[in-house]
């Protein structure tokens, strides 16, 4: 492969337009005769809708029209799926407005469709609605006590799955033989998704064809087009199209089906003309698919010498009050590929409920499972280090994995890895030999130093097979068109770099096309960790399946054998003369039938170009090492990071600059959870008491260190890139980094457990406890 642009660190291709105000985001998009919807919302956690009277919001000037779920129900939508892959499970309805009950704040109960969207959220407030208010649980392990609250009669003691993975019988039997067993209980904890840009979408109707359209703000267009055309509207695909303009971030959450899809197409189809949506901050709180959410109980069995011998994880995942498309595969799927991380366990048994409360629905959020997994163990390692007496890292480095291939105990093949490598390497860049004088420095001024060392594995790949087309055009541009989605990561650069090296033409010539099910023939969207694996080997594939239309198409143009053909600069020459074709000039010969060999057959898009499917369920391994220093205020449990170090394994960088900065963005996002982020229900009312960014607290650029980050190529097999995937592994990393430093300065004072958010009110109750013990 050409390196001429693979591996160089380019500034992102689409940043002009973005700081030139050029940016094409839903809000931006002009529409004419549109009108504006509203939706309201559940003010109760749970109740029973008694009555609901609309007509004082009809008589609104400038409301066309005001629907309920009767409205829905008429004309036969069906409810939106969960297609998790977990079995047995049971799916409770979910329609896209209330049906007699609603069972979280922020539920949809009616849609107001207006001249604006002033008049609209006007005429909401006056829909009269009598609510028959009912108990309500927002806690996972409190939704499956005997005594919770029954929130739906589908579904025995809100209960909706029950999955155990792994040996049980082996992990029993290794811990009984255990010389040491450790036991933690730990939580991830609940997280509001907060992109910059809330949710917002565009629907329209041609009566002509019987055709949708929907515009959104979204991260995976080709699902939720299925969905609302073989789930809800039951119609052939090829009458619902789905595409996104720029995304303002996403991080999981714009992957999934919400009822404002289906409201928005649902109105427009009714009115006959186009209806837009935006969505507040305040709604986003109460209705954008929420994070984590899993408390679970770890443990883990050791020889006297302090190899691990197994691991025992019980999780309670609270789902929310339906379950979103993917909910249950965060806790179930996903999160079963990395129990263990990057450690050697013979033995691992893990066991899963899946509980419903009266909460905002639970789906993936930036790594969706991994996290959680890594979490799990990395806080288990640590505090069987504490009890052994031993060094933390070096406990670690006793048990990673050294040798590969390596299959863990519940069934993943990881092809390659250095493991010990990167825990060396981020230890000594960390300067942890001078922690100790660090430390005599910070308590000569009357604070509290730690140091966390903590490693980190990725299983990515997000959706099997990808697809790609590569066509060139009649201005002389190579369309590149990806299955995968970008909401900020820099695609339409990475791509073009990839589409540019193997082509060798110049990279201002790709056109990158992306989230548009009428120009994309397929594609799984994003997540994962999976575009650049999963996305980018469906382009090599598809640029070498161009070019091996285009090398029968020279040679038989320029009078030669393929054989004889040398492809170079993008062109094709023939050894020993001047004669050669570029690809371009290839291109328009193509467009006239006339001018293919025998055998081949038009194209019927026209010119040259093919679209392949990368069909592939394999996984790839990112991985690392980082380490934190957190210095702390006794007084007040306020807490700073002071230092943080990564040293990551992404296989091949495509572009090392939008790796590290996809790294950072990760680790940033971490460190809010395990520091900041703290979604609050009442547990009486079930009302969400952080529901404004006056509440709730999102990581600051003050609130961070200079971040010191290595980036180790290790090129995978997996794919022809040899790329492994960076999207997600910060986020995967940092809480249990921080968290590690956090005790470690808290531990002289007495202090031996704490849960995310480690916030300073925590830290100081931790600390006054642990002064009256």
Known sequence: MDDKMIGRSIRRLEDARFLMGRGRYVDDIGEANALHGHVLRSPHAHARIKRIDVSPATSVAGVHAVYTHADLAAEGLGHMPCLAAVKPMIVPPRPALADGRVRHVGDPVAFVVADSAEAAREAAELIEVDYEALDAVVDGIAALAPDAPAIWPEVPGNLVYHV?????????????????????????????????????????????????????????????????????????????????????????????????????????????????????????????????????????????????????????????????GNGPGASVVAASTAQGGVYDIPAIAVDIRGALSNTVPVDAYRGAGKPEANYIIERAIEAAARQLGRDPAELRRQNLIASFPHRTALGMAIDSGGFVANLDAAVARADAKGFAARRAAAKARGRLLGIGVACFLETSRGAPNEGAEVRFEGDGKVMVAVGTESNGQGHETAFAQIAADRLGVPIEAIRYVQADTGQVKSGAGHG?????????????????????????????????????????????????????????????????????????????????????????????????????????????????????????????????????????????????????????????????????????????ADDLPPFDIELIERPTLANPLGVKGSGQAGCIAAPQTVMAAILDALRPAGVEALDMPATPERVWRALREAERR
């Not at 679970?296 to 006297?304: C, E, F, I, M, V």
């Open 164 to 324: 155990q993975r792994g040996d049980a019988d082996t992990v029993a039997k290794a811990m009984a033989e255990a010389a040491h067993v450790v036991e933690v209980e730990v939580m991830n904890n609940r997280i509001i998704v907060t992109p910059i840009e809330p949710r917002s979408g565009i629907a329209r109707y041609d009566a002509a064809t019987s055709a949708m359209d929907l515009e959104l703000t979204g991260q995976g267009v080709h699902g939720i087009r299925r969905q609302l055309a073989e789930f809800i509207f039951k119609l052939p695909l090829d009458r619902v199209r789905v595409h996104a303009p720029d995304v303002g971030g996403g991080f999981g959450m714009k992957n999934f089906l919400y009822p404002e899809w289906i409201l928005l197409l649902f109105a427009a189809r009714r009115l006959g003309r186009p209806v837009r949506w935006l969505a507040d901050r305040a709604e986003e709180f109460v209705m954008g698919a929420q994070g984590r959410d899993i408390a679970a109980t770890a443990k883990l069995g050791l020889a006297a010498d302090g190899r691990l011998l197994a691991l025992d994880v019980k999780m309670v995942a609270n789902l929310g009050a339906y379950l979103s």
């Open 528 to 700: 994962g960790a999976r575009s650049m694996h999963m996305g980018g080997a469906a382009v090599v594939k598809a640029i070498d399946a161009t070019l091996a239309k285009a090398r029968t198409l020279a040679a038989h143009l320029l009078q030669a054998s393929e054989s004889e053909l040398v492809f170079a600069d993008g062109r094709f020459s023939v050894l020993g003369s001047d004669r050669a074709i570029a690809l371009p000039v290839l291109a328009r010969s193509a467009e006239d039938p006339a001018n293919l060999p025998d055998g081949m057959t038009p194209d019927p898009a026209g010119g040259l170009g093919e679209h392949v499917m990368n069909m592939t369920d394999v996984f790839t391994f990112p991985s690392g090492c980082h380490v934190a220093e957190v210095e702390i205020d006794p007084e007040t449990g306020a807490t700073a990071l002071v230092r943080y170090t990564a040293v990551d394994d992404y296989g091949r960088l495509i572009n090392p600059l939008l790796t590290e900065g996809q790294v950072q963005g990760g680790v940033t996002q971490g460190i809010g959870q395990a520091m900041v982020e703290h979604t609050v229900y009442d547990s009486s009312s079930g009302q969400l008491l952080s529901g404004s960014l006056m509440d709730y607290a999102l990581p600051r």
